[in-house]
């Protein structure tokens, strides 16, 4: 079958351990959909470098104290630390957003869950993935 130079095998091997259990909670831990941080948790091994990306309506205002950047960065490093090792790009998405990706080491999916819940709640925030 040709899948368009797709890596078949790895899909083929994550789905194979999903069905064999390998990414099944430990007993006892809640998993609706009321949760975060599950799949992550079962799916990476920590601690382990993540990248974060949310995109954000730029301010109206020159004022430095408004730039979206800054309170990004503010959420991630009080998550994290400020002695964090945080790589930052930022990228102009047309006149009105501003794409901002993080590259980070975290220790747990519940710290990533945590940041993207305070990257959320920033009411410049209009997406995170």
Do not use: W
């Not at 920590?46 to 309506?57: C, I």
């Not at 957003?97 to 959320?120: D, H, M, N, Q």
């Amino acid at each position: 079958m040709d899948d368009g130079g797709s890596d078949l095998t790895d899909r083929f091997k994550y789905k194979v351990h999903a069905l064999m259990g390998t990414y099944d909670l430990p007993e006892g831990k809640v998993d609706d959909e009321n949760q975060t941080g599950n799949i992550l948790g079962q799916l990476l091994q920590f601690p382990t470098e993540y990248t974060l990306t949310v995109v954000g309506k730029k301010a109206e205002t020159e004022d430095p104290c408004d730039n979206y950047e800054r309170k990004v960065r503010a959420v991630v490093e009080s998550a994290l630390g400020e002695a964090a090792n945080i790589e930052m790009r930022v990228t102009p998405r047309g006149k009105r957003f501003t794409k901002v990706s993080l590259k980070v080491t975290v220790e747990s999916a519940a710290i990533i869950a945590a940041i993207y819940e305070e990257l959320g709640a920033l009411d410049a925030t209009v997406m995170k993935f």
